[in-house]
């Protein structure tokens, strides 16, 4: 027999009453109003607020990044600024991005805007420095950095946005040659390993230094200053001074931008190069050589080591060879214009008191020959 509608009502009415259960109270406490549980809060949003915090700081032609915060109000937000020109702000992240253009001070009032449409604005002042700036002194002997010394030594103070600077090593045009067995290091810039090479002399390579989008190149030197068992003795002299032997010492030129180029004075033996070997020549005396130059904005079928001829002591007697340098060019194209670069120079000698068949031809110079020099001429632009 079913129940009554009435009785029904009354059984589900039993079950649906304000009763539950609760486990963190012992007997009979946990028996409580499920209703008390039931209870939420709704809280009111605070006051809209946008904060611009300590903006980074920036630095001339680099890449700039600041995101203010906004708090209160009703999310989600949009932003606007003015007075920041040419940097923006994102409207949906509150990102100020941009490249400064000058230095000095930026200053622009950023606005947020809730769901709500309520407003709040503050002030943002940003600090832009100089572009980062690289500088090897003039008066430093080796116009490059040595041993001990990376990039770092030579960032001009106040420049750039502080941010942490990587390091690379280009490599191709101008940029000169690492000699085997080194590499640098892509966070601390400095010169890691130990050079392999046999040969005798000093190599200079360019390293970049990357900021935020912004570059500045240093050269860099390593030398080997062990010649091979009975090698010829070689002298170099350049940078206007006649009497001190620089064969280690990379030269230094500088160059106009937009004016051709143009290094080494024959007239002036600067730079002027001496092999000697009185055991090798006398009299007769026979030389020879070969070199090699990297790529660089230099014209190479320009390059030349005249004038040369033999090289004779006192008494006019026979003791090795002489020649000089000099290589010209047209204008650098836009990416030399404002930094250093490098033009290296791989020369081999030979010298004979045989016949001049000895050291005829660059395979017969090598073969033969007891004497070899890495160079290099570091150019600067003014």
Known sequence: MRPSIAKLLVFLGIFGSASACTTDLPA??????????????????????????????????ANYSHTVSAQGGMAPYSFSATGLEPLTIDTLTGTITGVPDAEGTIT???????????????????????RLDAEIPDSKLMPCAVDGETLFDFVVPDTGDGSPITC??????????????????????????????????????????????????????????????????????????????????????????????????????????????????????????????????????TFSLNPRGLLQDMNMQNIGMFHHMSVDGPAVTAPFENRPWVLNVSLDYCLSNVDQATCMGADAVKANGNGNLEFAVVMFPQ
């Not at 622009?108 to 100089?130: K, M, N, Y």
Request: proline fraction near 9%; glycine fraction near 12%.
């Open 28 to 61: 009979p406490d946990n028996y409580a109003s499920a209703s008390a549980s039931a209870t939420a809060t709704t809280g009111v949003p605070g006051d809209l607020e946008v904060d611009c915090g300590m903006p980074a700081l920036g630095a001339v032609d």
């Open 108 to 130: 622009g009032e950023v606005t947020v805007t809730d769901a709500l449409g309520a407003t709040a604005s503050t002030t943002c002042t940003i600090t832009v420095r100089p």
């Open 168 to 301: 690379a090593t280009p490599g191709g045009e101008g940029n000169g040659k690492m000699p085997a067995g080194l590499s640098v290091n892509p966070d601390t810039c400095a010169v890691e390993g130990s050079i392999t090479e046999d040969r005798y002399g000093t190599w200079v390579w360019i390293v970049e230094g990357q900021q935020n989008g912004v570059s500045v190149y240093v050269p860099y030197c390593a030398t080997n200053d062990t010649q091979a068992p009975g090698a010829y003795d070689i002298t170099v002299f350049h940078g206007g001074d006649l009497q001190t032997n620089k064969a280690l010492v990379p030269a230094r030129g500088t160059f106009q931008p937009g004016a051709p180029l143009s290094f080494g004075d024959p007239n002036a033996s600067d730079p002027r190069f001496e092999i000697v070997d009185p055991a090798n020549c006398g009299n007769p005396c026979f030389f020879g050589f070969a070199f090699f130059i990297n790529a660089s904005p230099f014209d190479g079928t």
